[in-house]
């Protein structure tokens, strides 16, 4: 089987277009969904209907309706977006760990726009090798939107900032995702979770902090964001094999 019959069979777009405007408060609602994948990249504030809740989104707010789903949006005032219907084969959410049918709000909104506009050029054109190239785009496309979902940014934020404390219900609230559909999307990017993450780095920090003598261990402790000296001693001799004055010593002793 050559790759342009593997395109075809398991991915096609069936309605590509970027930058696009709507009448004013104009309203979108297909009650059974649109029999295929919808993927909006909204421009302006919209009002999203998810399981009969209402919720307001903001500009470059995104959502990936999944076949079946029910579509119900309306512009707050202004409408216009980019979106992209297309069927495929592939578990989106396995693959690419993108939430379905979640307001989400990517990082990275222009190129993930500029991907859109590519693929709507080559659907419109149709040209030599279209379908090779548009399966291509499409995969650019779902990479992009995976690399600007917010948790890879919360997790740089967290990890600079490693001293703070932080909890699961600060963490989900930052990314707008459900605490399951979080750590979902964290062990898909980083096959970790961010307790391992955070504590490693901290361990990381008490490490070489160890290594300056001018400080005791408490603060050492203080500053790598343990506020419990003892739950600092007793994972610190879990991870290391030795407690943190062993190490200390270690460390000073020449080599």
Not at 88 to 97: F, H, I, R, S, T
Not at 143 to 172: F, V
């Amino acid at each position: 089987m050559n790759f342009h019959e593997s395109a075809d069979r398991d991915f096609s777009i069936q309605f590509c277009e970027y930058n696009y405007s709507n009448p004013d408060y104009d309203q979108i609602y297909r009650p059974n969904g649109s029999g295929d994948y919808l993927f909006l990249l909204f421009k302006t504030p919209m009002k999203v209907y998810l399981d009969k809740k209402l919720s307001i989104s903001g500009e470059n707010a995104c959502i990936l309706y999944a076949p079946g789903y029910e579509q119900h949006y309306k512009a707050v005032h202004r409408f216009r977006n980019s979106y992209l219907h297309f069927s495929c084969k592939a578990n989106l959410k396995k693959q690419y760990g993108i939430p379905l049918n979640t307001v989400f709000y990517p990082g990275n909104c222009e190129e993930i726009d500029a991907c859109i506009r590519l693929l709507h050029k080559e659907h419109i054109a149709n040209d030599l090798f279209s379908d090779e190239y548009e399966y291509t785009l499409f995969q650019q496309l779902m990479i992009t939107i995976a690399r600007g979902l917010k948790s890879h940014q919360l997790r740089l934020e967290m990890l600079t900032n490693y001293a703070k404390p932080w909890d699961t219900t600060e963490l989900c609230k930052k990314v707008s995702l459900e605490k399951s559909q979080f750590y979902s999307c964290y062990q898909k990017f980083f096959q970790s979770t961010p307790h391992t993450d955070l504590l490693q780095i901290r361990m990381d920090k008490a490490k070489n902090l160890l290594t300056n003598e001018a400080l005791t261990v408490q603060q050492i402790a203080q500053m790598c964001g343990f506020s419990d000296f003892s739950h600092f001693s007793r994972y610190f001799r879990k991870q290391a094999g030795c407690s943190p004055l062993q190490w200390r010593r270690k460390m000073g002793e020449p080599h």
